[in-house]
Nanobody, 123 residues
């Protein structure tokens, strides 16, 4: 599975961005997809994940209520809509995939990673 993240950019605090992650392969719907982020000088942290069928999602507390993860299995793409962005959301955002039935939040359990897309929120 190859993943290509896009959609990052510079946005003012309170603004919105939608990140996309396009995946290769014909078994996309069997993968749990996750979004992680890494700010300068900090460890990579979990943001959100979605089951292969799209019927279950899970969010980190820091983004819950402000972000929505979704997927389009026909397009092999997962999205992360982020609203009410804050300067502390500034980070490189990575999408990741793991062949599992249920959502996992630990980065080391994910097998495939995209290259990352930079989100900068100015205050």
């Amino acid at each position: 599975v190859q993943l290509q993240a896009s959609g990052g950019g510079l946005v003012q605090a309170g603004g919105s961005l939608r990140l996309s992650c396009a995946a290769s392969g014909r078994t996309f719907s069997t993968y749990v997809m996750g979004w992680f982020r890494q700010a300068p000088g900090k460890e990579r942290e979990f943001v959100a994940a979605i089951r292969g069928s799209g019927d279950s999602t899970f969010y980190a507390g820091s983004v819950k209520g402000r972000s929505t993860i979704s997927r389009d299995n026909a397009k092999n793409t997962v999205y992360l809509q982020m609203n009410s962005l804050k300067p502390e959301d500034t980070a490189v955002y990575y999408c990741a995939a793991v062949l599992r039935q249920f959502i996992v939040v630990t980065a080391t359990l994910y097998d495939y990673w995209g290259q990352g897309t930079l989100v900068t929120v100015s205050g």
